[in-house]
């Protein structure tokens, strides 16, 4: 069956500093992936999504990029952090026309 | 222009009547919906599913109806149970790609 794996789950960074998220997915190949966040008391927000090695689609201009550079690996990265960089960050995986399925996320403060 | 609104951010109900979610969108193009289940501190789990083509679709104790007209989904639950508390999150997309989410609607499940 397929998982998907996240981490860290926590993180508190200072203003300024680098962040790279990671996110794995098992036991499915070529899979569309996801990064969304979830900002406190709001809707999921799509960030990134990918639908092969080396293709990143962007849908919010922002101070974040994201990577792909294995079939199964969705890199979601900052240079400098902002403190409205903070929230719920999610991965996902999904198929064409098939539901997608999210990791446990990653609780992100930035002090 | 937020495409997919759920308009009550929470709801009480009593354990063993239904509960009745919705969410409404804007979007004539979108052709697949989704129902999401979150618990705090963990990722979305995915529930139930429509495309545009029915009006209706069952599992288990959970149905989701769609009024293509009334551009208007709702989520059926019955009977509810406690484990049923929890936000959920409608979903819409065209060719359950790129999902464009509702803000959630907190459940409650009062015993």
């Known amino acids: 069956s397929q998982t998907i794996h996240q981490w860290p789950a926590t993180l508190v960074q200072p203003v300024g500093s680098p962040l790279s998220l990671e996110c794995t997915v098992e036991?499915?190949?070529?899979?569309?992936l996801y990064w969304y966040r979830q900002a406190a008391g709001r809707g999921l927000q799509l960030l990134f999504y990918s639908v092969g090695i080396g293709q990143i689609s962007s849908e919010v201009p922002q101070n974040l990029s994201a990577s792909r550079p294995q079939d199964r690996q969705f890199i979601l990265s900052s240079k400098k952090l902002l403190l409205s960089d903070s929230g719920f960050y999610l991965c996902?995986?999904?198929?064409?026309?098939?539901?997608?399925?999210f990791g446990d996320g990653t609780r992100l403060s930035i002090l | 222009d937020q495409q997919v609104k759920q308009n009550s951010p929470s709801l009480s109900v009593q354990e063993g009547r239904i509960s009745i979610l919705n969410c409404d969108y804007t979007n004539s193009m979108f052709d697949y919906f989704l129902w999401y289940k979150k618990y705090p501190a963990e990722g979305p789990t995915f529930l139930i599913s429509i495309s545009s083509i029915k009006d209706k679709n069952e599992d288990g104790r959970f149905t989701v109806f769609l009024n293509k007209s009334a551009k208007h989904l709702s989520l059926h639950i019955v009977p509810s149970q406690p484990g049923d508390s929890a936000v959920y999150f409608c979903a819409a997309s065209e060719g359950a790609q790129k999902l464009v989410f509702g803000q959630g609607t907190r459940l409650t499940i009062n015993p």
């Open positions: 996902a995986w999904g198929g064409n026309n098939q539901p997608q399925h």
């Open positions: 036991g499915t190949s070529n899979p569309n």
